[in-house]
């Protein structure tokens, strides 16, 4: 875990609620949650399909505005309800990644084009994108891969790639959820493994939803989600 | 790095695919505005390339470009009497269809006026005008006929002595030059039996008559040949053509002959004026909408294929939403696949057009103007195309990536 100079967290969640449809319909998929985690962190979030896990996730990736809460990102106050203070586009482009359990790579770009053109889209200049990219591919071991179109690589090589892209504009938050299920149980240890790594050497703080109770030792918190409650798992330090 | 190109190297075939489609859909639509432009060039070539300023026709008709015109060929004489016309030369023209060498000869049989006109003026590319007054003639290349080839028509056997290229009627079919004679001859050609019957039936219109009881020595006369017989007038000219003396007003010289109540008078242009008003008018109002058909139907498949392409990368483009990427981006993506199809369809429609059109049976005439318009339109129709694959896009969630 790395304390920024301030102490300021890297990501603070107070009260979030989600709430879909209305009177009868009305379902609460998140309850008053509330996280607050420094930056280099790694949290794992665990919970049954429908806990709310992939609401949470949404939310406070800015691609699923909750119903109530305050969403603070380095600081910086960027979701009141499902107001956003920010050009919430822009926000996601500059300070956060995202991995899937589907690498959803771009198959008609190159593993190094993958990488690169999620700093081009944030104004990188295309060399110095191209030269990050290849940065960040040789320090996840996939260097060797840089030109191949996704359908070349093998599964673990192209969740690699995708971290490789979530890291690439160096976010203050990244968001993982379920990386390792497509994944055999060693190639899962090592993506976890991975964002431990690259949390507690490029500061990023780091929440990764996850079914896989086998690796919970890589995380420095662990939380379970049930019925949109978030709650502290046993196994947390 | 653009996107649109990776995108396009990754899905080459069926990117090369549309375009090839798109491209031939376009050069048709190309082939058509340059057929209505050949149409006008066909039609026009030979009023223009005769060089007459005025075209005398039978009176209160619009002339044998436009309907049956018939006029008596000693008109040519008494034109020639008014002041300022240098020369007058008969118009005979008309389409015949004959079997040469096993296959159907259709061509337009065109009176040149012995021996003032022998066709110096027309343009041969092989061989010589005409040097004689009977049996040579002057061939369009389009007939497939040879030098020196020998062609029988009615009971006579031309000679082809000059080969042109691009000589052709309004209806397409290859000019032939002949002497007047040799062309009203071919015209009025007509079977032994024919003239035996026709002679017959006059006796016996003759024998009918109280002059033809009291006058034997008539029906010695009207059972001989038509010529001779003053009764029947010589046989007619569709029109004829007057070369005015250089620096002489044509509209005075129109205007005098048009005083006589027996003909009508059209200058050069007017006679142009008339074919294209014509026959060209439907043609080209009939190209007119299968190339608007053709325009509609390429924007739709065009929108089709954006619209599919879009599809295939909902899931790309919902990521790059996700990752922060910025409308521009995905509408440029979109519009730009959109324009390159178009473009290269138009660059493939271009190219193949200078292979395909010279062989199409009727002239292809491109003009610049044309290309330039259609251009403008394939432009049009790509930006309109990739429109309904753009609001797809813009409609796409960022989460839908989680799905």
């Known amino acids: ?58 939310a406070i990736g800015l691609i699923n505005p909750p119903t109530a809460g305050r969403i603070t990102i380095g600081g910086q106050p960027v979701m009141d309800a499902d107001r956003a203070l920010v050009d919430v586009r822009a926000y996601r482009r500059q300070h956060l990644g995202f991995v899937f359990q589907k690498a959803n790579l771009m198959p008609f770009l190159s593993a190094m084009e993958n990488v690169s053109v999620a700093m081009e889209i944030n104004d990188v200049a295309p060399r110095d994108a191209r030269k990050r990219a290849m940065e960040l591919l040789e320090y ?48 899962g240890r090592q993506v976890m493994e991975l964002f431990r790594k690259v949390a507690h050497e490029h500061g990023s703080a780091v929440i990764v939803v996850t079914h896989d109770h086998r690796s919970l030792e890589v995380f420095d918190r662990t939380y379970e989600m049930e019925d949109g409650e978030l709650r502290s798992h046993p196994s947390s330090p | 790095m ?16 549309t375009t090839v489609g798109i491209g031939m ?10 057929i209505y432009r050949g149409l006008i060039h066909e039609a026009a070539l030979f009023v223009k390339q005769v060089g007459a300023d005025i075209w005398v026709v039978q009176g209160g008709t619009r002339g044998p470009f436009a309907e049956v015109s018939r006029i008596p060929a000693n008109l040519e004489d008494r034109v020639r009497a008014v002041p300022g016309v240098a020369s007058a030369r008969r118009f005979v023209s008309h389409t015949i269809q004959r079997q040469h060498r096993g296959r159907p000869l259709r061509m337009v049989v065109q009176g040149l006026s012995w021996p003032e006109d022998r066709g110096d003026w027309v343009p041969v590319t092989a061989g010589r005008p005409l040097r004689q007054a009977h049996y040579e003639m002057i061939a369009d290349g389009s007939l497939g006929l040879l030098l020196g080839e020998k062609v029988k028509l009615g009971k006579d056997v031309y000679e082809v002595v000059g080969l042109t290229k691009g000589m052709v009627g309004t209806g397409g079919d290859g000019l032939c030059f002949f002497t007047t004679s040799d062309a ?44 001779e017989l003053p009764a029947l007038a010589p046989p007619q000219v569709s029109a004829i053509m007057l070369t005015l003396q250089p620096g002489t007003d044509i509209a005075k ?65 919902a990521m790059l939403k996700l990752m922060g990427a910025r409308n521009g981006v995905i509408i440029g993506l979109i519009l730009q696949q959109a324009l390159l199809i178009g473009v290269l369809g138009y660059g493939l429609a271009y190219w193949l057009g200078t292979y395909a059109f010279p062989k199409f049976p009727r002239l292809v005439v491109i003009e610049n103007q044309d290309l330039l318009s259609l251009g403008v339109i394939v432009l049009g129709i790509s930006v309109f195309a990739s429109l309904m694959g753009i609001g797809k896009a813009m409609g796409v969630e960022p989460n839908k990536v989680l799905s």
């Open chain 1, 140 to 187: 996840l071991g996939v260097a060797d891969r840089a030109d191949h179109l996704p359908d070349a690589l093998s599964g673990g090589q192209q969740q690699r790639v995708a971290v490789a892209r979530a890291l690439a504009n160096r976010p203050s938050l990244i968001l993982a959820d379920e990386p390792t299920a497509a994944l055999d149980s060693h190639r």
């Open chain 2, 2 to 17: 653009n996107l649109a190109t990776k995108d396009i190297r990754h899905n080459f075939g069926r990117f090369a695919l």
């Open chain 2, 25 to 34: 859909l376009l050069m048709i639509v190309m082939g058509m505005g340059g």
């Open chain 2, 253 to 317: 010289v129109a205007e005098t002959i048009s005083t006589w109540p027996d003909v009508t008078v059209y200058s050069r242009q007017q006679q142009v004026d008339l074919l294209l008003s014509g026959m060209v008018d439907k043609a080209k109002r009939q190209l007119g909408l299968f190339r608007a058909l053709l325009i509609i139907i390429s924007a739709i498949i065009m929108a089709l294929i954006i619209y599919t392409l879009t599809l295939d990368k909902i899931h790309d483009i």
């Open chain 1, 1 to 58: 875990m790395i304390a920024d100079a301030n102490n300021t967290p890297a990501v603070e969640a107070i009260g979030l609620t989600k709430i879909y449809g209305s009177g009868n319909t009305e379902v609460v998929a998140m309850k008053d949650v509330s996280v607050t985690l420094a930056h280099g962190e790694v949290v794992a979030l665990l919970g049954p399909s429908g806990a709310g896990k992939s609401t949470f996730l949404t």
């Open chain 2, 184 to 227: 009203e001859a071919i015209q009025f050609d007509v079977p032994g039996e024919a003239l035996r019957l026709e002679r017959a039936a006059r006796l016996s219109r003759l024998e009918g008559m109280d002059l033809g009881r009291v006058t034997p020595l008539l029906s010695e006369r009207v059972i001989g040949q038509a010529s």
